[in-house]
């Protein structure tokens, strides 16, 4: 196992290398210049060259890439070309608000999404199979702005129940942090919770379907106990697979339900950063997003020995 998890890390070092040259080039050589946007509509030539050449832009592609790599590989992820605060204290000072509604997106999503798959599964073909695959249909294929705007509507603007937009610091108190949070994991939550409640039916079919479960419905075994603790149980690594998989998805859904909800979060920041140009904060960004769902995968294949003992590694 100890082998295992270091041999997986040291595979980490090459992929987070690719990725940062594929995210550098793919920012560079795209349209737009930092400095043109920073000296704004009025500004001469020589003030956009200056200002190229304060940011370094006016050096070889190749010679800014190395520079960002040595950087990278120390642990430094540059300064903000707009604020010139480092990018790690301004990724820091918007954590609390993403990783708050990732985490509640995911207690949500995984719990809804597994209680629904499995009611489908044992009532396959009736009204709540039908029920719960149709919402599967409508998670996968209303696009997240669009839940978000109507969530806003019903119960922000019609029932003024919830607050349209923001968010209130757990600091402040449990309630009104989980206040200002419903809505945003309501509307990010609905395609994970599509994603994993369509899995779960499908494993939980075909573990209902092996000899074992017919053997425990002709001994009398309870509806409620074969369901939990012997079909769920024996479905959860691919339950478990397509939660580590959605981890994409929500990770691209922050940014919409963040500018939608005007979260001042990690993703407001990466849509403010783009607008502007500000390469160091979307390579930064970019970054720390792909090693964490790197390491949630690692996680993911490493709880697969304790949920099926049959697999070593």
Sequence with gaps: MTAYIIRRLLMTIPVMGLVAVFVFFLLHLSPGDPAAIMAGDNASPESIVEIRHKLGLDEPLWRQLVVWLANLASGDLGRSMFWGDPVTTLIAQRAEPTISLALTTILFAVTVAVCLGVVAAANVGRVVDRFVMGLAVAGFSVPVFVVGYLLIFLFSIELRWLPVQGYT??????????????????????????LIARITRTTMLDVLA???IRTANAKGVARAPMLLRHALKNAAVPIVTVVGIGVALLIGGVVITETVFNIPGIGRLVVDAIARRDYPIIQGVIMIFSGIYVLVNLLVDLSYTFLDPRIRY
């Design 210 to 212: 092996e000899d074992y």
């Design 169 to 194: 610091p757990i600091a402040e108190g449990i309630l009104p942090w989980l206040h200002n949070l419903i809505l945003p994991t309501l509307a990010l939550g609905l395609a994970y919770v599509a």
